[in-house]
């Protein structure tokens, strides 16, 4: 098992950042493929950002690049993620993901197999 727990969302302007962390405690951080998703009211759940064990492989939805950079820190046990030019279509709760083992960086939400509580993030205009 492993147990995530985001922070760091709140309000913010339009053109303002924030930075997402995701702390994960239980199995050994390091085997885990991590990833960043989002849902707004209404809509479903989409990929935002994922990255690979070491840190040194990273991918992003088109509608974020540019804008939000994944990282990780395995000593820590955390992965972050720092957003800026916030836009209003940002609004969402954030959710971490974890997914066990080696393996192509993943960007549906069936390929994680633990997701935080998730951290809502909201952009006013």
């Known amino acids: 098992q492993v147990q995530l727990v985001e922070a760091g969302g709140g309000l913010v302007q339009a053109g303002g950042s924030l930075r997402l962390s995701c702390a994960a405690s239980?199995?050994?951080?390091?085997?885990?493929?991590m990833g960043w998703f989002r849902q707004a009211p209404g809509k479903e759940r989409e990929f935002v950002a994922t990255i690979s064990w070491s840190g040194g492989s990273t991918y992003y939805a088109d509608s974020v690049k540019g804008r939000f950079t994944i990282s990780r820190d395995n000593a820590k046990n955390t992965v972050y993620l720092q957003m800026i030019s916030l836009k209003p279509e940002d609004t969402a709760v954030y959710y971490c993901?974890?997914?066990?083992?080696?393996?192509?960086?993943?960007?549906?939400?069936?390929?994680?197999?633990?997701w935080g509580q998730g951290t809502q993030v909201t952009v006013s205009s």
């Open positions: 993901a974890a997914a066990p083992g080696p393996g192509v960086l993943a960007t549906t939400t069936r390929s994680y197999d633990y």
């Open positions: 239980g199995r050994t951080f390091s085997m885990f493929r």
